[in-house]
């Protein structure tokens, strides 16, 4: 079994990730493992304009109107398949505030009729958002979020581009400081970053078997379409 990211990227430019990256994103549910890292957010920040759908994001795991430096984290990647038989990856992160816990979910999966990974934000699976991946210059590893559509029941539609928010994220290992660094922008294309962060942390492979993914890493909500 291929990891989702191995897929999207394809032989070549998966190679050009640095095998610290690979190490991160190139297992899939058949090798029974996880990837847990711990470290701190240097900065987390927010528009106070967008504070209201923020917290509302914030209730499903998505974003979330809070800020601050210097905070603690988690971020874990488990893969798994999930009830339809998909092969799935979620990443889950943790921030450590002073007054509460805030989390960021995402469930990806590798679909084939898109082309792409699509990254199912939250932890209900109401917004599918497709996503490109790449190789970058320093050997991480470079997403940015493209079109993003809403599904509810039989509900299904496409949010036009001037009412989203789009992601960069870049994760890569500095070998200078021997530790792994993410960077996360999402921005309006009208108004400018809505959200974003920047932190430093280590990593380790945890052995998980294949049916031991913790349930808070599994979304409430499973959605088919994709």
């Known amino acids: 079994m291929t990891s989702i990211f191995a897929q999207a990227l394809g032989e070549r430019e998966f190679a050009r990730l640095h095998p610290k990256i690979r ?3 190139g297992f899939s549910s058949a090798d029974g493992i996880a990837s847990v890292g711990r470290g701190t957010m240097e ?3 927010y528009a106070k304009w967008a504070a209201l759908p923020l917290a509302v ?16 984290f988690t971020i874990e990647n488990y893969a798994y398949r999930d009830a339809l038989g998909r092969e799935t990856l979620t990443i889950n992160r943790t921030f450590r505030f002073a007054k509460r816990l805030r989390r960021f979910d ?21 917004l599918a958002v497709d996503l ?4 970058a210059p320093n050997g991480g590893i470079q997403i940015r979020s493209g079109e993003q559509r809403f599904y509810e029941g ?16 870049c994760e890569w290992y500095d070998d200078v400081d021997a ?5 996360v922008s999402v921005r309006n294309p009208l108004l400018g970053v809505i959200f974003a962060y920047k932190g430093a942390f280590q990593a380790e492979t945890a052995r998980t078997g294949r049916d031991a993914i913790p349930l808070q890493a599994m979304p409430l909500r499973l959605e088919r379409r994709d």
């Open 43 to 45: 900065e987390v920040r």
């Open 106 to 126: 995402a469930t990806m999966i590798y679909s084939a009729g898109r082309g792409r990974i699509v990254d199912f934000l939250g932890n209900r699976q109401h």
């Open 57 to 72: 994001g914030a209730s499903r795991h998505i974003m979330f109107p809070d800020a601050g430096r210097h905070i603690p």
């Open 23 to 25: 190490e991160r994103f």
């Open 132 to 135: 490109d991946v790449w190789a």
């Open 179 to 183: 530790c792994y660094r993410i960077s």
């Open 154 to 169: 039989p509900l299904g539609f496409r949010f036009p581009a001037p009412l989203t928010g789009f992601a960069d994220v």
